[in-house]
């Protein structure tokens, strides 16, 4: 199982930015998936995940109405928009997914907010 995540970087409070995870080595449509973050000396949190088909999505009350998670099972990849940054909203963000009762996560990817 690899998880490769892509998309971050510095954005002005506000601001936009789209997070992609491109997955491989498992049947990616079966499986759900998620992301996480995780701000220095914070734990990790989970912001969102999605069912395997796409029709259940679940966010963290700090990011509801600001994110969203979206699947593409033909593609492998699992994305997340996240809009109206806030300098809270700092930290590496990891996909993840559960495969055979064990955790995969990608090597992250920073997002950081400010001005």
């Known amino acids: 199982v690899q998880l490769v995540e892509s998309g971050g970087g510095l954005v002005q409070p506000g601001g936009s930015l789209r997070l992609s995870c491109t997955a491989s080595?498992?049947?990616?449509?079966?499986?759900?998936m998620s992301w996480y973050r995780q701000a220095p000396g914070k734990e990790r949190e989970l912001v969102a995940d999605?069912?395997?088909?796409?029709?259940?999505?679940n966010y963290a009350d700090s990011v509801k109405g600001r994110f969203t998670i979206s699947r593409d099972n033909a593609k492998n990849t699992v994305d997340l928009e996240m809009n109206s940054l806030q300098p809270e909203d700092t930290a590496a963000y990891y996909c993840?997914?559960?495969?055979?009762?064990?955790?995969?996560w990608g090597p992250g990817t920073q997002v950081t907010v400010s001005s």
């Open positions: 080595g498992f049947t990616f449509r079966f499986y759900g």
């Open positions: 993840h997914t559960l495969y055979r009762c064990t955790r995969y």
């Open positions: 999605i069912s395997s088909a796409g029709g259940s999505r």
